[in-house]
């Protein structure tokens, strides 16, 4: 199987959807990001939602849908030992030798990696899966171990009192979060058909559809796909739009929403975000857009804002964080409108038009734009910045000044 | 410091943009389309009674025209509230008149 072109690498990845979609019943929505977030390097999920709406199933579909047989799923309990997740020292060595010799845990040498319940994991475990995600390696009794290209399927019940509180930079390092929903009356029907059919044994009777070499040439080959210049611009720009706060959110210790309080931009989606993405959203939003170009050949705008409900939703903290989903559905809505309205503006035509010539016409033009879109008057601050050092305007004149930042 | 990629992300939204260059001005249409989206002014806002986007725009002229109306309101309440104050120091006085002749 570790020779196959192209297609025929496409024609994986089709069939294990497929044999996802057949065994896994309801939530048809998050299938898609589901499928393109395994074809890149070192993947990482979590699956959110209330107890018995099928995380673990999906976990366990997934694993043996990629590596068959060949993965290591550690429950998430406060009683873990650290020779379980990340190695034991090998007695017989240090009483004959002396030496510390480590036996590396299968969770950390298998490719296919689960964790069940991650809510649930204490701190000192979660602190050296948090390390293996960040770093690519894990440490025990002075010695490392550097961890090859990986596939981690997590699932937590946030609703669970025997939770221990993660860290947010934990969950950053989850490419993406998807949240399930309980069933239907008719998905619960779907349901037991498929139990009989399979035997009450969906995991089992899922293949093994690809082999680890098949997987590792898909991701290098999404690794090398080139995506469009304005799906990396949408991309970047819809980050900073959660991430830009005129009022520097960032190093403030005034709460929203006492610090929007008067702002300009309070309409904006800012105005809504307490804690906003880190970068990685950016990287996972780009490795998702290059996973659809490989895969179904073109990539839109709107498959981009679709895709990054699932990149944000965990790397967010709402100010209404009541109904995640809902919000970020809300605040994603707003940002396609926003989109629209650059378009109407014509902004990036006339940022580049400054970027070539300054013209005092369409500098007057920009900065009336600017008192419009935080996220480009950061850009022209930048070319203000420039112009002021060749003299072309006084420091008087920027928008800088005229907005009182300065 | 020189960013390429952000360079090239102009570039490629500008050769999309449909603009008209002419005579050291630039010129574009812009297509009504109806739908939600398309709908953002305000004088439509304010009379049309069909549904608006979430985002209305105001020329210049509209939005001093909004403010004098804005800052005419607040002075009629100044006076207003003024007026009333009058008012009620007015009806609290003939109260206690007629309270000294009813009881005198």
Known sequence: ?406 | MENKSFRKFLEVKSASTKVERQKGRIAWEEEAIKGRQSFSSFIEFAYSDKPSGDYIYLDRGTAFDVLDRINWMDKKIKSLSRRMKILFMLLVVISLVAAWGWLT
């Not at chain 1, 809902?326 to 014509?346: A, I, Q």
Request: glycine share 6%; net charge neutral; hydrophobic share 40%.
């Open chain 1, 1 to 406: 199987m570790g020779l196959v072109n192209m297609s025929g690498k496409k024609a994986l990845v089709a069939r294990f959807r497929d044999e996802l979609v057949k065994r896994f019943v309801g939530n048809e929505d998050i299938i898609p990001i589901l499928v393109l977030n395994l074809l890149h390097r070192k993947s990482t999920m979590l699956v959110r939602a209330p107890r018995g709406t099928g995380k673990s199933t999906l976990m366990l579909l997934v694993l043996k849908g990629l590596f068959g047989d060949d993965f290591v799923v550690i429950s998430g309990a406060s009683e873990v030992k650290r020779g379980e997740v990340v190695g034991r020292l090998h007695i017989p060595s240090l009483e004959k030798r002396g030496r510390e010799k480590v036996l590396w845990a299968r969770f950390v040498r298998a490719q296919g990696k689960g964790i069940d319940e991650v809510n649930r994991l204490n701190p000192y475990t979660t602190a050296n899966i948090h390390h293996l995600m960040q770093f690519g390696e894990v440490w025990a009794y002075g010695q490392k171990y550097s961890v090859d290209d990986y596939t981690l399927v997590a699932n937590e019940n946030p609703n669970d009192l025997t939770t221990f509180i993660q860290p947010p930079p934990f969950y950053d390092r989850f490419d993406i979060a998807l949240y399930l929903n309980s069933l239907t009356v008719s998905q619960k029907f779907t349901l037991q058909e498929l139990n009989n059919n399979y035997g009450y044994d969906l995991i089992r009777s899922m293949p093994h559809v690809m082999d680890p070499e098949d997987l590792s040439e898909i991701r290098r080959e999404v690794e090398e796909t080139e995506v469009e210049p304005s799906i990396i611009g949408l991309i970047n720009t819809l980050v900073r739009d959660f991430q830009a706060c005129i009022r520097g959110k960032e190093h403030s210790t005034l709460p929203l929403p006492v610090l929007c309080e008067g702002c300009h931009f309070t309409r904006f989606v800012c105005s809504r975000v307490k804690e906003p993405p880190s970068e990685r959203a950016t990287i996972v939003l780009l490795q998702l857009a290059k996973a659809m170009k490989w895969l179904e050949g073109k990539i839109s705008e709107d498959d981009v804002i679709g895709m990054a409900r699932w990149a944000l939703i965990h790397r967010i903290g709402f100010l209404n964080p009541e109904k995640p989903l809902k919000e970020m559905n809300e605040l994603l809505e707003r940002e396609r409108e926003r989109m629209f309205e650059r378009e109407s503006r014509k902004q990036w035509f006339i940022l580049n038009e400054l970027y070539t010539n300054f013209s005092p016409g369409l500098y007057r033009t920009a900065k009336e734009i600017a008192a419009e879109d935080n996220v480009f008057a950061e850009e022209l601050f930048s070319l203000e910045e420039k112009w002021v050092k060749e003299g072309k305007i006084t420091r008087e004149e920027t928008l800088k000044v005229g907005l009182g930042i300065e």
